[in-house]
């Protein structure tokens, strides 16, 4: 297949590479923007999320930011973080069909991954996949669709001062998690919204559900992809019950960038795997 440029949004948590180009999203707190991009100071972002009390916001690349990272392709496939947290996807949308209007010998294909992190990391691998393939390009969209539904996402959230500030969870409720240590274990809709599964007194028997949460989505073993906010010991303890379980798993351990550690906060982990 000839030349195709992969583009994807920061919430992959991913750094741009010879073969990937990242357009970062943007992260407001009181009043202050952080870039996500490899520039971008965390543990800063962190301290400036847990000290303010007011609700902060992220913005999705511009449709011209967009059309600057598919200047001079002609084949190009844009990955984005699910349409359920962020105008991304239909910021990427617009900018196809205005490169394609533009250029019209030029094929752009855009992806809602319906989800964030890890898990967009997997779909974006298996893409690479695909595109190395003698797949025809016109055919692509409905092969990454189609392995999208076997990818899942998984989290635990330490915190939830930010998401309380944001109303998605009552402030005294997200007082009362933090005092008595009570992690919120949650995963993405098939609509790709954030949805809750229930809540662990600890973060042992977080992971405890984790695994349980992961075997009910058929993982007898293959790739997994940890992405931790500042909690590297939680991620280690998480990979090590995965290969008690399953000796056999490929698993990557890396850290969350800014529109991650927004959502995921200090101490959060997510985590991504594909059914077997």
């Not at 707190?29 to 962190?46: E, M, R, T, V």
């Amino acid at each position: 297949m000839e030349k195709v440029k992969l583009i994807v949004d920061s919430s992959a948590n991913l750094s741009s590479t010879t073969n990937i180009e990242v357009v970062p999203l943007k992260i407001t707190i009181a009043g202050h923007d952080f870039i996500d991009d490899d520039q971008l100071n965390i543990s800063k972002l962190i301290t400036s999320m847990a000290q303010n009390s007011e609700a902060g916001k992220t913005s999705c690349p511009s449709i011209n930011e967009w059309l600057e990272a598919l200047e001079g392709s002609e084949r190009a496939i844009i990955l984005t973080i699910t349409s359920g947290l962020s105008g991304s996807f239909s910021s990427a949308f617009q900018a196809k069909e205005i490169y394609e209007k533009d250029h019209p010998q030029s094929q752009v294909i855009v992806i809602d991954s319906l989800s964030a992190g890890p898990e967009m990391t997997l779909i974006l691998q298996e893409i690479q996949r695909l595109v190395a393939s003698p797949t025809r390009f016109v055919d692509l969209e409905q092969k990454i669709v189609q392995y999208r539904t076997h990818t899942h996402l998984l989290f635990v959230l330490q915190s939830l001062h930010n998401l309380s500030l944001n109303g998605r969870v009552n402030p005294a409720v997200a007082k009362i998690a933090g005092m008595l240590k009570i992690d919120l274990v949650g995963t993405v809709s098939q609509e790709g919204t954030l949805e809750p599964i229930t809540k662990m007194r600890g973060m042992k028997r977080a992971l405890k559900e984790i695994l349980k949460q992961m075997a009910q989505r058929n993982y007898h073993g293959g790739q997994v992809i940890i992405d931790h906010c500042e909690n590297e010991a939680d991620a280690n303890a998480l990979k090590e019950q995965i290969l008690t379980l399953y000796p056999q798993a490929d698993i990557k351990i890396r850290t969350t960038c800014g529109l991650c550690t927004f959502y995921a906060e200090k101490g959060g982990i997510m985590i991504g795997f594909a059914d077997n």
